[in-house]
């Protein structure tokens, strides 16, 4: 079978929402993990485009432990920097489409307004850094089809993620301090898998432009608002997650981003994150039931 859409990063949390995604809309999709392609190998990448001949790949493939890269910044940058660089690599010379996870990291995170998907990047960790490098090595290989999709805050029912941590303190604690001091967009990584799959079918056909999209939530809350979310959602008192400030090391302050740019594609800008998360929240409990039920 060929054709069809090569989802890299197949078994970790937003990968497997893409696949399950296509799978449901009928689109051919070869879902590849770690075990079955290594960005990082130029070898296995060709040999995988070989095999699948794919029209369209979303890298969901990433390093991902930000405290990590500071120790790790080589290690980090040959899975965000230099995997990215062999897809795009590989891409050029076949015509294919390629949509590109990034993050908000590649910004400083002083921002007082928005972040646009035309700002200057600025980042200010090692993380930030190697996801920047990726960046830039799709959009200078590919002029054409070459599509960087920053998100950020993201949480889903496959994988750990704040939301699902504060679904299980609920329970467990009777009160929470939870930082006031973070701002950003609260993202279902449901709503970013089908907002990849929006843009990659608009590709194909010709009407999405190539450079940066963003694809948060719209609005904005900190992680305490979350939180605070999070329990009126399942029926509990929100006062009892308590404002706190951020120590150590820490996510940027402020990590909102604009949706300008995906009216150029003929796409309409993403919900508002609580609608989202209330979409989201029942795959969430039955996740964590059948997580303290597997335990």
């Given at each position: 079978m060929t054709g069809g859409w090569l989802v890299t990063g197949a078994e970790g949390m937003l990968g497997h929402e893409v696949v399950a995604r296509l799978t449901a809309r009928g689109i051919h999709t070869f879902a590849a993990g770690h075990g079955r392609l290594d960005i990082t190998d130029r070898d296995d990448v060709r040999d995988a485009f070989d095999r699948y001949r794919p029209s369209a790949v979303v890298n969901c493939a990433a390093w991902t432990d930000v405290d990590g890269a500071e120790t790790s910044e080589p290690e980090?940058?040959?899975?965000?920097?230099?995997?990215?660089?062999?897809?795009?690599?590989?891409?050029?010379?076949?015509?294919?489409?390629?949509?590109?996870?990034?993050t908000d990291y590649v910004f400083p995170g002083d921002g007082t307004r928005p972040y646009t998907e035309t700002d200057a990047p600025g980042p200010r960790t090692a993380y930030g850094r190697t996801k920047l490098a990726g960046e830039r090595a799709v959009l200078d290989s590919l002029p054409e089809t070459g599509h960087v999709v920053r998100t950020a805050w993201l949480y889903g029912a496959g994988g750990r993620n704040f939301v699902r941590?504060?679904?299980?303190?609920?329970?467990?604690?009777?009160e929470l301090q939870v930082v006031d001091d973070q701002r950003g967009q609260p993202t279902w990584a449901g709503d970013v898998a089908d907002r990849l799959i929006l843009l990659g079918s608009s590709a194909l056909a010709g009407a999405a432009p190539p450079g940066v999209y963003h694809a948060t939530a719209g609005g904005e809350a900190t992680w305490n608002q979350l939180a605070r979310e999070v329990f009126?959602?399942?029926?509990?008192?929100?006062r009892?997650?308590?404002?706190?400030?951020t120590t150590?090391?820490?996510r940027p302050a402020y990590s909102v981003l604009g949706h300008a740019r995906w009216a150029a594609a003929g796409l309409p800008a993403p919900r508002h994150w609580r609608q989202a998360l209330a979409d989201a929240f029942p795959s969430l409990l039955e996740a964590e039931r059948s997580a303290r039920q597997a335990s």
């Open positions: 980090a940058l040959a899975v965000n920097g230099h995997g990215p660089a062999r897809l795009a690599e590989v891409c050029q010379g076949r015509g294919t489409v390629l949509l590109h996870v990034s941590t504060m679904i299980r303190l609920e329970e467990t604690r009777d009126r959602l399942l029926g509990a008192d929100p009892r997650v308590r404002p706190c400030r150590g090391l820490a």
